[in-house]
């Protein structure tokens, strides 16, 4: 894995799903087919449009590309957050073996192997195999392999990498992934149920063991990617490139909630309850893209681009609800086909002004898209002992929508060593449907979301090239704001995603590292966030409306935005980091690295504004983790190395939440007149992880 900036979180219901946000910036939810997220995610350039965490654990990265804010100009929609580019080292030529195995508790076991093969012709090669397994840390007392523990992960991928170049004009690098993945999910539980359901635990440290035997199979998840790059030189000022991908991804996954949405105010007459839900997701992606890349008159470069990228989608969820004591039970079955089109063409120009010495940087660009998204659902809601109570038959919708998105940035070289810039930049969100809409109203679509950002920057080295600075300000106007909005006063999971809103987030973001000399270093990251929900009309058709919900203290065209909060944005982050060659050998040396990251209180749903009671329930409290790593090494004959290191992952045992889901309604509905949060279902994050590298390479 990654250690990405933005705020990362796996989703609720898979151990491997990315919930990513970047300067305020998301999707909570990435499981639904029909609604796109605000960061893109791409491996060597190709869109990724159903991130996982087990697919990108494919070591052998030449470097990560954190690119914050909008990037609708050369990355195009969904990237209002920014975009995360993992970029692939090439293969060498040369012939070369390089080699990790990791062992550590929880019965962790990581091996990596990566093997260069000699150039021939022209053609270049390289093998990349990984395995991985993690134990998981809540077992279960269940026997039989569909009571497996919670949270463990088994992985096994390879790549296989050509590059074809003999110093002509023509290059070629081509790439074929597979991943194969088995997991189980978090575990869910609820403090206010100790006493009430015989060995249950809410100690507000993570549980070591299910108060009871959970049905839990195994989930599994495969993808297979390839990737075409070619490049022609031209003439020496002009490059033309093709981008030629495709990803096929499959996901079957399955998530025992343990109890943890029991009612403890109504256990002695409910119960306890179930909710048992499998997801199937299969994707299919293809990328089509051609660029023209070039330098014309001294001091002017540009970039001309043709971009296609279809995907085709399905989603089954599988979802049964059960009260046992009442003979209650209510299994629901949804299908939702989805396909997505997008063409665009787009350019983007660098033009420096003579007679300034290249200190002055005039960048502007713009791309046209246009959108088509089709879905399909077929829906079933039954009770047992009644039969199907609800259903839906080929619900459809249809979306077409065209977006200009222009951007400029003006930068200056103040020194060689300090430079500013100016930015403006546009982007957008792709619009769709919700999967979670009533029956009857799958057909009402949501529009597109638009951001415009302003940012102001510093890049810079000061003490004699020792310490670097870089910071940023930002000021985002997002407009057509999709908000979820409940429609169902006695089921608050169905809703519609509309248009409803406006929001701005204001930023700040500071980078910096220190190096003394060449055998330190301390590095601090801090970013500050200060989203508001400015306006959130009140709908008619949802909760808000007396006509729906008649406990509704609001009227439809109201603004309700004191009832709704940006999600996953906490206030201040920063990251503390140090680096420190204690010693040097003749043959090697030792090396201690400490990793400190905090992060404020954080929210992490849409409808924890300040008249929401007890919205404190529905979020993570602020923590810090710390990790530690000793590492010796010993350098080799040609320029070959061997490392030893020993770590730890949260070495002060910090018991801190991973997510949470809160239990209660944010407004009054019938038969419940006072709005506010009462519980948790809460999920631990796992217990302090050890281990030991041994490495082999350059």
Same mark, same amino acid.
């Not at 096929?248 to 002695?268: D, H, K, V």
């Not at 809601?381 to 065209?402: M, Y």
């Not at 983790?625 to 045992?653: F, K």
């Given at each position: 894995?990654?250690?990405?900036?933005?705020?990362?979180?796996?989703?609720?219901?898979?151990?491997?799903?990315?919930?990513?946000?970047?300067?305020?910036?998301?999707?909570? #939810?990435?499981?639904?087919?029909?609604?796109?997220?605000?960061?893109?995610?791409?491996?060597?350039?190709?869109?990724?449009?159903?991130?996982?965490?087990?697919?990108?654990?494919? @070591?052998?990265?030449?470097?990560?590309?954190?690119?914050?804010?909008?990037?609708?100009?050369?990355?195009?929609? $969904?990237?209002?957050?920014?975009?995360?580019?993992?970029?692939?080292?090439?293969?060498?030529?040369?012939?070369?073996?390089?080699?990790?195995?990791?062992?550590?508790?929880?019965?962790?076991?990581?091996?990596?192997?990566?093997?260069?093969?000699?150039?021939?012709?022209?053609?270049?090669?390289?093998?990349?195999?990984?395995?991985?397994?993690?134990?998981?840390?809540?077992?279960?007392?269940?026997?039989?392999?569909?009571?497996?523990?919670?949270?463990?992960?088994?992985?096994?991928?390879?790549?296989?990498?050509?590059?074809?170049?003999?110093?002509?004009?023509?290059?070629?690098?081509?790439? &074929?992934?597979?991943?194969?993945?088995?997991?189980?999910?978090?575990?869910?539980?609820?403090?206010?149920?100790?006493?009430?359901?015989?060995?249950?635990?809410?100690?507000?440290?993570?549980?070591?063991?299910?108060?009871?035997?959970?049905?839990?199979?195994?989930?599994?998840?495969?993808?297979?990617?390839?990737?075409?790059?070619?490049?022609?030189?031209?003439?020496?000022?002009?490059?033309?490139?093709?981008?030629?991908?495709?990803?096929?991804?499959?996901?079957?996954?399955?998530?025992?909630?343990?109890?943890?949405?029991?009612?403890?105010?109504?256990?002695?007459?409910?119960?306890?309850?179930?909710? &048992?839900?499998?997801?199937?997701? #299969?994707?299919?992606?293809?990328?089509?893209?051609?660029?023209?890349?070039?330098?014309?008159?001294?001091?002017?470069?540009?970039?001309?681009?043709?971009?296609?990228?279809?995907?085709?989608?399905?989603?089954?969820?599988?979802?049964?609800?059960?009260?046992?004591?009442?003979?209650?039970?209510?299994?629901?079955?949804?299908?939702?086909?989805?396909?997505?089109?997008?063409?665009?063409?787009?350019?983007?120009?660098?033009?420096?002004?003579?007679?300034?010495?290249?200190?002055?940087?005039?960048?502007?660009?713009?791309?046209?898209?246009?959108?088509?998204?089709?879905?399909?659902?077929?829906?079933?809601?039954?009770?047992?002992?009644?039969?199907?109570?609800?259903?839906?038959?080929?619900? @459809?919708?249809?979306?077409?929508?065209?977006?200009?998105?222009? @951007?400029?940035?003006?930068?200056?070289?103040?020194?060689?060593?300090?430079?500013?810039?100016?930015?403006?930049?546009?982007?957008?969100? @792709?619009?769709?449907?919700?999967?979670?809409?009533?029956?009857?109203?799958?057909?009402?679509? &949501?529009?597109?979301?638009?951001?415009?950002?302003?940012?102001?920057?510093?890049?810079?080295?000061?003490?004699?090239?020792?310490?670097?600075? $870089?910071?940023?300000?930002?000021?985002?106007?997002?407009?057509?704001?999709?908000?979820?909005?409940?429609? #169902?006063?006695? $089921?608050?999971?169905?809703?519609?995603?509309?248009?409803?809103?406006?929001?701005?987030?204001?930023?700040?973001?500071?980078?910096?590292?220190?190096?003394?000399?060449?055998?330190?270093?301390?590095?601090?990251?801090?970013?500050?966030?200060?989203?508001?929900?400015?306006?959130?009309?009140?709908?008619?058709?949802?909760?808000? #409306?007396?006509?729906?919900?008649?406990?509704?203290?609001?009227?439809?065209?109201?603004?309700?935005?004191?009832?709704?909060?940006?999600?996953?944005?906490?206030?201040?982050?920063?990251?503390?980091?140090?680096?420190?060659?204690?010693?040097?050998?003749?043959?090697?040396?030792?090396?201690?690295?400490?990793?400190?990251?905090?992060?404020?209180?954080? &929210?992490?749903?849409?409808?924890?504004?300040?008249?929401?009671?007890?919205?404190?329930?529905?979020?993570?409290?602020?923590?810090?983790?710390?990790?530690?790593?000793?590492?010796?090494?010993?350098?080799?004959?040609?320029?070959?190395?061997?490392?030893?290191?020993?770590?730890?992952?949260?070495?002060?045992?910090?018991?801190?939440?991973?997510?949470?889901?809160?239990?209660?309604?944010?407004?009054?509905?019938?038969?419940?007149?006072?709005?506010?949060?009462?519980?948790?279902?809460?999920?631990?994050?796992?217990?302090?992880?050890?281990?030991?590298?041994?490495?082999?390479?350059?």
């Amino acid at each position: 894995m990654y250690p990405l900036r933005s705020p990362c979180c796996r989703g609720p219901s898979s151990s491997n799903e990315l919930i990513l946000y970047m300067r305020g910036q998301g999707l909570a #939810d990435p499981a639904q087919i029909t609604q796109d997220g605000s960061v893109g995610f791409y491996e060597d350039g190709f869109y990724i449009s159903r991130p996982r965490i087990a697919t990108f654990d494919l @070591a052998d990265v030449d470097r990560v590309e954190i690119l914050r804010g909008p990037q609708g100009t050369l990355y195009g929609r $969904n990237t209002t957050g920014g975009a995360v580019n993992v970029v692939s080292e090439k293969p060498t030529g040369e012939p070369g073996l390089k080699g990790e195995v990791t062992l550590g508790t929880r019965d962790h076991g990581r091996a990596l192997a990566v093997i260069d093969l000699p150039k021939r012709f022209g053609l270049s090669a390289k093998l990349t195999l990984l395995g991985t397994t993690l134990d998981g840390y809540v077992s279960n007392p269940g026997v039989g392999r569909n009571y497996q523990n919670f949270g463990l992960m088994r992985q096994a991928a390879g790549k296989l990498q050509f590059r074809y170049e003999d110093g002509g004009p023509f290059t070629a690098d081509y790439f &074929f992934e597979h991943d194969g993945a088995r997991s189980t999910p978090i575990y869910f539980e609820n403090p206010l149920l100790q006493g009430l359901i015989p060995n249950y635990s809410g100690t507000g440290r993570p549980s070591a063991q299910a108060y009871t035997a959970l049905p839990l199979p195994l989930s599994t998840s495969t993808s297979n990617a390839q990737g075409l790059t070619l490049g022609l030189v031209l003439n020496p000022k002009t490059t033309l490139k093709s981008l030629f991908g495709y990803r096929t991804f499959r996901s079957n996954g399955y998530q025992n909630y343990a109890g943890a949405f029991t009612n403890p105010f109504l256990y002695e007459v409910m119960g306890p309850s179930g909710f &048992f839900v499998h997801d199937l997701i #299969d994707s299919s992606e293809l990328t089509a893209e051609l660029q023209l890349l070039g330098d014309g008159d001294p001091g002017f470069s540009y970039v001309l681009g043709l971009y296609y990228f279809r995907e085709g989608a399905n989603h089954i969820e599988d979802v049964d609800i059960s009260l046992p004591a009442l003979f209650f039970n209510e299994p629901s079955s949804r299908r939702v086909v989805a396909e997505s089109k997008s063409r665009a063409v787009y350019g983007q120009a660098t033009w420096r002004p003579p007679g300034l010495d290249d200190r002055l940087s005039l960048t502007f660009g713009a791309r046209f898209t246009q959108d088509d998204k089709d879905a399909t659902r077929n829906e079933t809601v039954s009770v047992d002992g009644i039969g199907v109570i609800a259903s839906e038959v080929n619900a @459809a919708n249809n979306l077409t929508f065209r977006k200009f998105n222009p @951007a400029g940035t003006i930068a200056y070289a103040w020194t060689a060593d300090v430079s500013t810039y100016a930015r403006i930049a546009t982007g957008y969100k @792709a619009g769709g449907s919700s999967e979670s809409a009533a029956i009857g109203s799958f057909g009402i679509t &949501f529009a597109p979301e638009a951001l415009t950002q302003y940012e102001l920057g510093l890049k810079s080295y000061w003490l004699g090239q020792t310490l670097r600075i $870089n910071a940023a300000a930002f000021y985002s106007d997002i407009r057509n704001l999709q908000i979820h909005l409940e429609t #169902d006063p006695g $089921n608050l999971a169905i809703g519609l995603v509309q248009n409803a809103g406006a929001s701005t987030i204001t930023g700040v973001e500071l980078e910096s590292l220190y190096r003394p000399t060449n055998d330190a270093s301390i590095g601090f990251n801090w970013t500050y966030l200060d989203p508001k929900i400015r306006e959130v009309d009140a709908l008619a058709g949802t909760v808000f #409306d007396a006509n729906v919900n008649p406990s509704s203290p609001y009227h439809v065209g109201q603004n309700v935005t004191d009832v709704f909060r940006v999600p996953y944005a906490p206030r201040n982050v920063f990251d503390l980091t140090t680096d420190y060659t204690f010693l040097r050998t003749n043959s090697g040396a030792y090396s201690a690295q400490l990793k400190y990251r905090y992060q404020d209180r954080q &929210f992490v749903s849409t409808l924890t504004g300040r008249a929401v009671p007890n919205n404190i329930l529905y979020s993570i409290p602020g923590h810090g983790m710390l990790d530690a790593r000793l590492t010796w090494r010993r350098d080799l004959p040609n320029s070959r190395q061997m490392r030893v290191s020993i770590w730890g992952n949260n070495v002060t045992h910090r018991h801190a939440l991973q997510d949470l889901i809160a239990q209660g309604a944010f407004l009054p509905l019938p038969g419940t007149p006072m709005p506010g949060y009462t519980y948790q279902s809460l999920a631990w994050a796992a217990p302090p992880l050890w281990g030991i590298d041994l490495s082999y390479g350059p």
